[in-house]
Protein backbone atom coordinates (compact mmCIF):
# COMPACT_ATOMS: atom_id res chain seq x y z
CA UNK A 1 0.00 0.00 0.00
CA UNK A 2 1.09 3.59 -0.76
CA UNK A 3 2.00 5.65 2.04
CA UNK A 4 0.19 8.81 2.14
CA UNK A 5 3.21 11.03 2.35
CA UNK A 6 4.08 9.06 -1.22
CA UNK A 7 0.67 9.99 -2.44
CA UNK A 8 0.88 13.54 -1.31
CA UNK A 9 4.56 14.05 -3.02
CA UNK A 10 2.81 12.53 -6.27
CA UNK A 11 2.24 15.49 -9.01
CA UNK A 12 -0.42 13.42 -10.40
CA UNK A 13 -2.06 12.40 -7.12
CA UNK A 14 -3.16 9.06 -5.72
CA UNK A 15 -4.89 7.39 -8.73
CA UNK A 16 -1.68 8.56 -11.54
CA UNK A 17 -2.15 5.03 -12.98
CA UNK A 18 -5.36 5.46 -14.33
CA UNK A 19 -4.32 8.46 -16.16
CA UNK A 20 -1.58 6.45 -18.05
CA UNK A 21 -1.41 3.18 -16.85
CA UNK A 22 -3.49 1.70 -19.17
CA UNK A 23 -2.61 2.39 -22.54
CA UNK A 24 -0.93 0.10 -24.52
CA UNK A 25 3.03 -0.66 -24.35
CA UNK A 26 2.84 1.33 -20.37
CA UNK A 27 4.22 -0.31 -17.67
CA UNK A 28 1.14 -1.46 -15.77
CA UNK A 29 0.57 -3.44 -19.03
CA UNK A 30 3.96 -4.93 -18.52
CA UNK A 31 3.32 -5.29 -14.97
CA UNK A 32 0.23 -7.32 -15.58
CA UNK A 33 1.90 -9.84 -18.25
CA UNK A 34 4.88 -10.15 -15.80
CA UNK A 35 2.25 -10.91 -13.00
CA UNK A 36 0.30 -13.42 -15.70
CA UNK A 37 4.01 -15.36 -16.40
CA UNK A 38 4.29 -15.62 -12.49
CA UNK A 39 0.77 -17.25 -11.74
CA UNK A 40 1.20 -19.28 -15.16
CA UNK A 41 4.50 -20.46 -13.09
CA UNK A 42 2.27 -21.36 -10.05
CA UNK A 43 -0.36 -23.75 -12.10
CA UNK A 44 2.64 -25.35 -13.90
CA UNK A 45 4.25 -25.98 -10.20
CA UNK A 46 1.23 -27.56 -9.33
CA UNK A 47 0.73 -24.38 -6.33
CA UNK A 48 -3.07 -23.94 -7.84
CA UNK A 49 -5.41 -25.50 -9.99
CA UNK A 50 -6.66 -22.72 -11.76
CA UNK A 51 -5.35 -18.80 -12.69
CA UNK A 52 -7.78 -16.32 -13.83
CA UNK A 53 -8.06 -12.11 -13.68
CA UNK A 54 -10.04 -9.62 -12.30
CA UNK A 55 -11.72 -6.23 -13.93
CA UNK A 56 -9.82 -6.86 -17.36
CA UNK A 57 -11.47 -4.98 -20.20
CA UNK A 58 -11.15 -6.48 -23.74
CA UNK A 59 -8.50 -4.66 -24.44
CA UNK A 60 -6.21 -6.24 -21.82
CA UNK A 61 -7.55 -9.21 -22.16
CA UNK A 62 -6.28 -9.14 -26.04
CA UNK A 63 -2.68 -7.49 -24.15
CA UNK A 64 -2.21 -10.43 -22.07
CA UNK A 65 -3.01 -13.05 -25.19
CA UNK A 66 0.08 -11.92 -26.89
CA UNK A 67 2.21 -12.68 -24.56
CA UNK A 68 0.64 -15.81 -22.24
CA UNK A 69 1.52 -18.94 -22.61
CA UNK A 70 -1.96 -20.38 -20.67
CA UNK A 71 -5.02 -18.80 -22.43
CA UNK A 72 -7.76 -18.93 -21.24
CA UNK A 73 -7.74 -17.15 -17.73
CA UNK A 74 -10.07 -19.20 -16.22
CA UNK A 75 -12.54 -16.63 -15.08
CA UNK A 76 -12.45 -12.72 -15.67
CA UNK A 77 -13.89 -11.50 -12.14
CA UNK A 78 -16.13 -8.18 -12.91
CA UNK A 79 -18.48 -5.86 -12.03
CA UNK A 80 -21.75 -6.74 -14.21
CA UNK A 81 -25.32 -6.44 -13.16
CA UNK A 82 -28.46 -4.81 -14.53
CA UNK A 83 -27.30 -1.41 -14.61
CA UNK A 84 -23.68 -2.51 -16.06
CA UNK A 85 -24.23 -5.49 -18.03
CA UNK A 86 -21.02 -4.87 -20.20
CA UNK A 87 -22.45 -6.61 -23.23
CA UNK A 88 -19.59 -6.39 -25.34
CA UNK A 89 -16.86 -7.79 -22.82
CA UNK A 90 -18.87 -10.55 -21.39
CA UNK A 91 -19.68 -11.64 -25.40
CA UNK A 92 -15.58 -11.60 -25.57
CA UNK A 93 -15.21 -13.61 -22.16
CA UNK A 94 -17.96 -15.98 -24.16
CA UNK A 95 -16.49 -16.40 -27.04
CA UNK A 96 -12.48 -17.15 -25.41
CA UNK A 97 -13.98 -19.94 -22.92
CA UNK A 98 -13.69 -17.07 -20.19
CA UNK A 99 -16.20 -17.50 -17.34
CA UNK A 100 -17.42 -14.04 -15.77
CA UNK A 101 -17.86 -13.89 -12.54
Given at each position: ARSN???AQSP???FAYAKTGHAPGTELQNLRAETW?????????????????S???IRHLVA???TARIWPPAVNQIECHPYNPQRELVEYCRKEGIVVQ
Open positions: DVINGARAMEDSLYAGKVRAIGVNFTLKR
